[in-house]
């Protein structure tokens, strides 16, 4: 996953409550958590994820979701599918 990532934009990656998160220009944009990707999402964004039927992540069965999204299937393994997704989550 990390390489994937890399393939795109420079990035770093640290341990996190039991997941993973990356981080590119200093900030954090994606997360790894039940083996899955998230990309950081805001209100201008979000409908990105919203149109491929993607939903926001709940962490520890929590009512309110976090900031992340689910990333499309697929999209990981394609760097120019990627690259929009990346920039948008940055």
Known sequence: MERCLVAVVPIESRAMFGGVGFYAEGRIFAILAEDKLWMRADDATKSMFEEVGKGPF???????PMPYWELPEGVL??????????????
């Not at 709940?58 to 309110?64: K, V």
């Not at 393994?77 to 940055?90: C, G, K, N, T």
């Open 77 to 90: 393994e394609r760097p120019e599918e990627l690259r929009p997704w990346v920039d948008a989550a940055v």
């Open 58 to 64: 709940f962490p520890y069965d929590s009512p309110t």
